[in-house]
């Protein structure tokens, strides 16, 4: 690992570094805050280049979709450039690194109550309104992240790949064997897609609570994490948010017994994003209940492909980390089913 300290003096920051340590808990980069004597403190974030192989058009995306939002008013993140070339980015060829500025006295959590989902669903609903009429073309930063057809063929190519033989161990037959029977169902979206009768927009696309920042009254100051901006279907921004937010417990609790999808939560969510989002179409309001489903879905698909990968995306803390995080999320996928008469009559109330 690169000093940081030397990465961060790269970029045009102000003042002199007095600290640099961890900060967050995400789970593809790696992040630090920039303490320094001057005005203001600083985020330095190494990209996971592995994950994010075009990170000009990463960045391309980010300044973009800033430069549009502070143009309307809006809050949002401010990346410092390189001193060498302007950019948002430095590179040493290997690595890949970015600042921005640090906000203070800003709060992020990994759980919400109703009135903070309802401020978060107005926060995604109106971040995706003011980046509706963006006038540059943004790139897939990961190209079909978010398309289930994709992640259920490599889920299809882990198995048969098997590199380190979890394919013997019965659970995994199991929950194979359940997550299957509903592949067609949540495939749905794509097949719209190519019906014409469904739009891609900008979306957030990691709508997870903790990548909302609140003031100490719980106003919403900024969304953050701007990696995975691009175009895509707005069950991405709706869905991936009630995924972590409506969970009983973290999404890789092992207390499977006690996962269950928060009704209250989402009821809350789905006001502020229909309030947020004017711009939806009959088609994409009627699927929201079917978004609910479809990430938990998705992030079980995704876990439990790279349990059988061997762990090779994911950060893991423990051995059947992937595993635990996929029955999380084939329980909170139950759980959102049961629901979905329910949060359609909500849906068609409002
Ligand atoms: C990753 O980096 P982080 O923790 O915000 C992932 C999301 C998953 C999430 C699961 C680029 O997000 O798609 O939903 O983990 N990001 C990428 O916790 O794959
Ligand atoms: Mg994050």
Redo the contacts with the bound molecule.
């Keep these: 690992m690169k000093d940081p300290k030397e990465i961060a003096l790269q970029f045009d920051i102000k003042g002199t570094i007095k600290e640099i340590k961890p900060l967050g808990n995400?789970?593809?980069?790696d992040t630090f805050r920039v303490k320094m004597d001057g005005p203001e403190d600083y985020v330095l974030q190494r990209i996971n280049n592995a994950?994010f192989k075009d990170v000009e058009l990463l960045q391309h995306n980010i300044d973009c979709a800033t430069a549009h939002i502070r143009k309307k008013g809006g809050m949002t993140l401010t990346f410092i450039p390189c001193n060498a070339t302007g950019k948002t980015y430095w590179t040493d060829g290997e690595t890949y690194w970015r600042v921005a500025v640090f906000i203070r006295d800003a709060y992020t959590y990994e759980t919400v109550n109703p009135e903070y989902s309802y401020y978060a669903g107005k926060a995604f609903g109106a971040f995706e309104a003011m980046l509706a009429d963006i006038p540059d073309t943004l790139g897939e930063t990961?190209p079909d992240f978010h398309n289930m057809e994709l992640r259920a063929r490599q889920l299809h190519e882990a198995i048969e790949k098997d590199p380190v033989g979890r394919m013997a161990e019965p659970e995994v037959q199991a929950i194979l064997k359940d997550l299957l029977s509903y592949e067609e169902e949540m495939c749905k979206a794509e097949r719209m897609y190519r019906e014409g009768k469904l739009p891609k927009r900008i979306c957030h696309c990691?709508t997870?609570v903790n990548?909302m920042m609140f003031d100490a009254k719980g106003n919403i100051l900024c969304v953050i994490?701007l990696?995975?901006l691009m175009p895509s279907f707005v069950f991405s921004d709706f869905g991936?948010f009630l995924r972590t937010a409506a969970n009983t417990v973290a999404?890789d609790d092992p207390a499977i017994d006690k996962v269950d999808f928060k009704m209250d939560i989402f009821e809350a969510f789905a006001k502020g994003y229909l309030e947020g989002a004017t711009f939806l179409t009959p088609v994409e309001k009627d699927n929201l209940p079917y978004a609910a489903c479809l990430f938990p879905y998705m992030?079980a698909v995704r876990f439990f492909t790279d349990y059988i990968n061997g762990d090779t995306y994911?950060k893991i803390k423990y051995p059947e980390h992937n595993l635990v995080r996929t029955r999380n999320q084939v329980a909170l996928f139950h759980a959102a089913m049961n629901k979905v008469p329910a949060m359609a009559e909500f849906i068609q109330k409002h």
């Design positions: 995400g789970l593809i980069n994950i990961i990691d997870k990548n994490d990696d995975t991936d999404e992030q994911y």
